[in-house]
């Protein structure tokens, strides 16, 4: 740290990518049908050119291929997800040990390779009959996920000590819940009140029981999207609060301060019953770390008609964005590192996902140059660096993504690799970013500064 241009020696340097995105091979050795699945079969407009996560980049079948790339990149860790299906095909009950299987297969590779797995238990895609029962909406979900969460805990202990409970459970609740842009498709506020506030405790006994069994560290993955006011207006300013609550604030306040923003109610609506107070004793079960996922930001207005948020998004027309139209902001990271210390605490960081979608073209001469990707990655990494020096306990980053890959509403039409995929051959071609961060990762972050 001593060097402002450059990262500590023990930065971890990573990739990340999830379960439904690349495997492939869904119903493979005995899994169960998992919501996704069912999802993209309804072939019901919500999925870009009616895309499937069927085979997706095969790395089911290809996982030692990509084990090897990771190993030229010179990654010193690897985020990746469990589908719960493989794993539990009913959601509950018996383990499928041929499920199993494929995870120690994998996460043998990587320890093999050096490189140390960060597991996440949930990234999106659940057992259907799950779903079926009521999803998370339902108040026993939270002891359905703790179950297989203690079962999965116990089952690969030996292989992994960096876990996650949830990846983005605001994602989860706003497309699933309100927008119904993914599984289970509705637009349902109060269902999406219960669902957040039961992922949370979902999260709370699955930290318990990793207490209880397992060895090494416990987080959870939280997306952020830092809100800045459109203007100094009163109005502005509340809908500004308001998003940020709903966004930001939802998932960290009860899981540091215990209690749930007080936003939230303009949205919900105001008298509702609330819930236990055991609820946010368990839900503040203490972690050993925070991922932050980190893409973009916005600029909010009061916008009086649309419900349920009544605010809106202004949109910067001279700033650039990628092709998922997410402006390119930098300092909104260095501003959200900073911010979830002030707010929270020293809690140790992890950058589990930050990267940029951008078409580059088909492989040319075996190589596809992507500078708009890699001044992204530079831009993010140095302000990551700033929030650094001004004293964040950051641990490390994890580009989103190692892989082209299925990026659910959108299919296959964005891609987000340091590594372009081929769907049609399944040939992987490292772009220039992967060379490029494979130099960063080789200098501790000096090439950075070059
Ligand atoms: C995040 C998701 C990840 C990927 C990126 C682009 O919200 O966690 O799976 O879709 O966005």
């Known amino acids: 740290m001593n060097n402002p241009a450059s990262f500590p020696r023990d930065f971890v340097w990573g990739a990340a990518t999830s379960a439904y995105q690349i495997?492939?091979?869904?119903?493979?050795?005995?899994?169960?049908?998992?919501?996704?699945?069912?999802?993209?079969?309804?072939?019901?407009?919500?999925?870009?050119?009616?895309?499937?996560?069927?085979?997706?980049?095969?790395?089911?079948?290809?996982?030692?291929?990509?084990?090897?790339?990771?190993?030229?990149?010179?990654?010193k860790a690897y985020r990746l997800s469990l589908a719960w299906s493989r794993i539990m095909p009913e959601g509950r009950g018996p383990i499928n040990s041929k499920g199993l299987d494929f995870y120690k297969r994998l996460l043998d590779q990587l320890n093999r390779a050096g490189i140390v797995p960060y597991v996440t238990l949930h990234h999106w895609d659940m057992p259907l009959a799950i779903d079926h029962l009521g999803g998370w909406a339902h108040r026993d979900s939270a002891h359905w996920f703790s179950d297989y969460a203690?079962?999965?805990?116990?089952?690969?202990?030996?292989?992994?000590?960096?876990?996650?409970?949830?990846?983005?459970?605001?994602?989860?609740?706003?497309?699933?819940?309100?927008?119904?842009?993914?599984?289970?498709?509705?637009?349902d506020v109060l269902k999406a009140r219960d669902a957040a506030h039961n992922l949370l405790r979902g999260h709370g006994l699955a930290v318990q029981a990793f207490r209880a069994e397992g060895r090494g560290q416990m987080g959870i993955v939280i997306n952020l999207e830092p809100k800045y006011k459109g203007s100094e207006r009163p109005e502005d300013l509340a809908a500004t609060a308001r998003m940020d609550a709903w966004m930001n604030r939802q998932f960290l306040d009860p899981l540091f301060l215990g209690h749930d923003p007080l936003e939230l109610e303009e949205i919900h609506g105001a008298g509702l019953p609330p819930y236990p107070e055991a609820d946010y004793v368990l839900i503040q079960e203490p972690i050993d770390y925070l991922g932050i996922n980190y893409y973009s930001r916005s600029v909010v207005r009061d916008a009086p008609g649309l419900a349920p948020f009544h605010a809106d998004r202004i949109p910067q027309e001279t700033a650039p964005h990628t092709d998922m139209d997410w402006e390119i902001?930098?300092?909104?990271?260095?501003?959200?590192?900073?911010?979830?210390?002030?707010?929270?605490?020293?809690?140790?960081?992890?950058?589990?996902?930050?990267?940029?979608?951008?078409?580059?073209?088909?492989?040319?001469?075996?190589?596809?140059?992507?500078?708009?990707?890699?001044?992204?990655?530079?831009?993010?990494?140095?302000?990551?660096?700033?929030?650094?020096?001004?004293?964040?306990?950051?641990?490390?980053?994890?580009?989103?993504?190692?892989?082209?890959?299925?990026?659910?509403?959108?299919?296959?039409?964005?891609?987000?690799?340091?590594?372009?995929?081929?769907?049609?051959?399944?040939?992987?071609?490292?772009?220039?970013?992967?060379?490029?961060?494979?130099?960063?990762?080789?200098?501790?972050?000096?090439?950075?500064?070059?």
């Not at 870009?48 to 980049?57: E, I, M, Q, S």
């Not at 805990?153 to 992994?160: A, E, H, I, K, M």
Request: aromatic share 12%; proline share 4%; net charge negative.
């Open 23 to 75: 495997e492939g091979s869904p119903l493979a050795d005995g899994a169960g049908i998992s919501n996704w699945h069912h999802f993209t079969h309804l072939q019901n407009g919500k999925i870009l050119n009616d895309d499937t996560g069927d085979k997706a980049c095969d790395h089911f079948h290809r996982f030692p291929e990509d084990v090897a790339h990771m190993q030229t990149m010179g990654l």
């Open 329 to 450: 902001y930098p300092d909104g990271l260095k501003h959200c590192l900073l911010w979830v210390k002030e707010r929270y605490g020293d809690i140790p960081l992890y950058i589990t996902e930050n990267g940029a979608a951008f078409d580059d073209g088909a492989p040319i001469d075996e190589r596809v140059r992507d500078p708009r990707r890699i001044d992204y990655l530079r831009s993010h990494l140095l302000a990551a660096r700033e929030a650094m020096a001004a004293g964040v306990d950051l641990r490390g980053y994890f580009a989103w993504s190692l892989l082209d890959n299925f990026e659910w509403a959108y299919g296959y039409a964005k891609r987000f690799g340091l590594i372009h995929v081929d769907y049609d051959t399944q040939t992987r071609t490292l772009k220039d970013s992967a060379l490029f961060y494979r130099e960063v990762i080789d200098s501790d972050g000096q090439a950075l500064w070059r």
């Open 150 to 187: 203690a079962a999965t805990l116990t089952q690969l202990g030996d292989r992994v000590t960096h876990w996650a409970t949830f990846n983005e459970p605001w994602v989860i609740v706003h497309a699933g819940y309100i927008e119904g842009a993914h599984p289970p498709g509705i637009s």
